[in-house]
């Protein structure tokens, strides 16, 4: 089941996607929710990000390729992390499918995207083992992790670096039906495929991350659990639309301008 | 005024103190409220934080004093902030004044109260300058940044050192009458003056900050600020009680437990 969260006729609503069509309901996914009987045209919704997270959680560094890249270009030495120490990123940079990446006048041209899976929290999660800790997860979107990269060398924190305004593409929808083992990630800038991995090759996968958080945290439903990105990063520019793909779970598509 | 957000007949409400009564209100100060005409007994309600924020932003090292002593604590070079680079905490660590802050099991015996003024935002705010930030706040309330010293040190993020369930108790309420210059922030534990400090006697202000973060982000209403601590932090212990004192504004304090 695909769950689309969007604005139509002034109201926000989830709904199923059904090939070309949203089947509004009442509710949400994470406390009930169930049919109105009404049909829409997927494209005739504002499609909003899947869900507003209660804690934005973020892995970071979690691809043995991209910690390496990653540490070349902020010129620091190449630790691979040994623990999975989850971060977290900031609700106010969360924009949907569809939206401009803006990428403000003052930064260099060193932004750049890094897709994401995106882990979305079911029901309430404490204390659970690695085992059972996929029980708690409603399903998963797509993520796209913009990065400033000078500011990531020189600001004390990634506050400017990965969570500017509109840094945090977050769509289309949540995908219940997953297999995370057969994922593949792709992004394309302008068509033109930049980088490809296996999207469950992380060091730390979904489960080891989750039943090690929920040993020091509760996680909440709707929280969301960005899982790093691996592969190459390049610059995007204004003009270009970036495409984050995950198979079997959608596209997430976003322009990218400069701020005047 | 200060604003009181509580729970009474399972029902969650602003109100605003008076002596030892809550004004029932309609609404909330962030959009609009009225009051219902119902006073009800301060100790009959249940106190929750003041906000659930939307983003939980986080000054971090913010004065000189405390940089020094957390770079001895954590054994990393004094490294006195350059700009007002603001970090992160995490909802999920919130907790109201009067509840048990826990620390887990497996924590070492390192663990300390850091007392922190916390701006709350009251409207939409970008791209302001200094001399008008400061009307973009609603009220200020207190923060406790209950810190693990040792996995401050181990670990690669402050997840669990910053972000364990209920190390970040906040309230009592949000006083929308402050005069910055004149507060002191006084720490206590089990009655015995643990810490004081001037309260505004911070590297980069609350007014700086948030100019300083509006032009990259948009601060929305209900975001809170926590602007950092001084003076020494000293361990906490299970059966202590924790006040973080601000005069002018109150006091919050939250007893210590330490999970079997």
Redesign the interface.
């Known amino acids: 089941m695909r769950w689309l969260r969007y604005r139509h006729g002034g109201r926000v609503a989830y709904g199923l996607v059904e090939g070309d069509e949203v089947l509004e309901h009442y509710g949400d996914p994470f406390t009930e929710a169930g049919p109105t009987g009404a049909r829409l045209a997927l494209d005739a919704v504002e499609v909003l990000v899947p869900v ?1 997270p ?2 934005f ?1 973020a892995a ?2 979690n691809y043995a390729a991209h910690v390496m890249e990653a540490a070349e270009l902020v010129g620091t030495p190449v630790n691979l ?3 999975a ?9 969360l924009v949907p499918h569809g939206a401009e990446i803006v990428i ?1 006048s003052d930064a260099t041209d060193k932004v750049q995207y890094e897709g994401e899976l995106v882990a979305v929290i079911g029901r309430r999660c404490h204390k659970v083992d690695e085992a059972e800790a996929l029980d708690y997860v409603l399903g998963y979107t797509i993520g796209n992790d913009v990065s400033e990269r000078t500011w990531q060398k020189t ?3 990634l ?2 670096a990965k ?3 509109t840094f945090a593409p977050m769509g289309p929808w949540i995908e219940t039906d997953v297999d995370l083992d057969a994922l593949t990630t792709t992004v394309r800038i302008n068509g033109e495929t930049a980088c490809r991995f296996a999207t469950n090759d992380m060091i730390f996968g979904v489960a080891h991350f989750i039943a090690r ?1 929920s ?6 439903p709707g ?1 969301v659990v960005w899982m790093g990105a691996d592969g190459p990063t390049l610059d995007i520019r204004a003009g270009d639309v970036v495409e984050v793909e995950i198979d079997g779970i959608g596209v997430l598509r976003n322009p990218v301008v400069r701020a005047a």
């Not at 120490?85 to 940079?93: E, I, L, P, Q």
């Not at 040993?215 to 909440?220: A, F, N, P, Q």
């Open positions: 507003v209660p804690t959680y970071g560094l992390p040994e623990a120490d989850v971060g977290y990123r900031a609700n106010n940079a403000p600001d004390r924190t506050w400017r969570n500017t305004e958080m040993r020091y945290l509760v996680l909440h929280d």
